[in-house]
């Protein structure tokens, strides 16, 4: 009975929730639904006593974590430049203000609360479904990117599932919500300063 609820749990939460919003069938502020899925997730988490203090631990084997992050950038910078360098530092060029309100409301707004729904609620919840600790994995980088749907775009499809892999692994082996929050935003804000924020951009009304 209880893994029939967990499966229909995470259907609604993380299958039909993104559809509603993919096809704009909220009629209600959309911001609501995710407070309230933020809100459930973080309810669930202090009911189990998941909270401690281990999720805030910064220290992580960040040797390997900023050189990651360093190639990305250049990766990111090189192919931009070559082949779309339209794009490159676009979202600077047209709207500098932008940039500011990316790097002090994203983390906190965007960053932490996918974090706490999609790390550390989804493993902890949806562990008991998944028998192998490999599918649990797979079926959490493919839902983290399908909830991105909702941009309407390839590209956010694309980069959320190669960002799916990259945080889902580095939260399951330092299991911090910090750690990843802070790697989670680093990449976030590489997005919008080499000029692919607009595919990541879209209004909650």
């Not at 009911?47 to 990305?72: C, H, M, S, Y």
């Not at 649990?136 to 959320?160: D, E, G, K, Q």
């Amino acid at each position: 009975m209880a893994s029939v609820f967990l499966i229909c749990e995470l259907i609604i939460l993380f299958v039909a929730l993104p559809l509603l919003y993919f096809f704009d069938w909220i009629p209600i502020n959309k911001i609501n639904p995710l407070l309230l899925l933020f809100g459930y997730c973080v309810g669930v988490l202090i009911f189990n006593g998941q909270f401690r203090r281990e999720d805030f631990k910064i220290n992580a084997d960040w040797r390997w974590l900023l050189p990651r992050f360093i190639t990305v950038v250049g990766i990111f910078i090189t192919g931009l430049a070559v082949f779309f360098p339209e794009l490159l530092f676009s979202n600077l060029k047209d709207n500098p203000k932008f940039w500011t309100i990316v790097i002090i409301t994203y983390p906190l707004v965007s960053v932490f609360p996918q974090e706490v729904i999609f790390r550390k609620f989804f493993f902890f919840r949806y562990e008991k479904l998944f028998k192998q600790p490999q599918i649990l994995f797979v079926v959490n980088v493919i839902l983290f990117s399908f909830a991105h749907i909702w941009f309407m775009n390839w590209v956010a499809l694309f980069l959320t599932l190669l960002g799916g892999i990259i945080f889902a692994g580095t939260y399951l082996k330092s299991r911090s919500l910090s750690v990843v929050a802070i790697e989670h935003a680093l990449y976030g804000v590489l997005i919008f300063a080499v000029g692919l924020g607009n595919y990541f951009y879209r209004i909650l009304t």
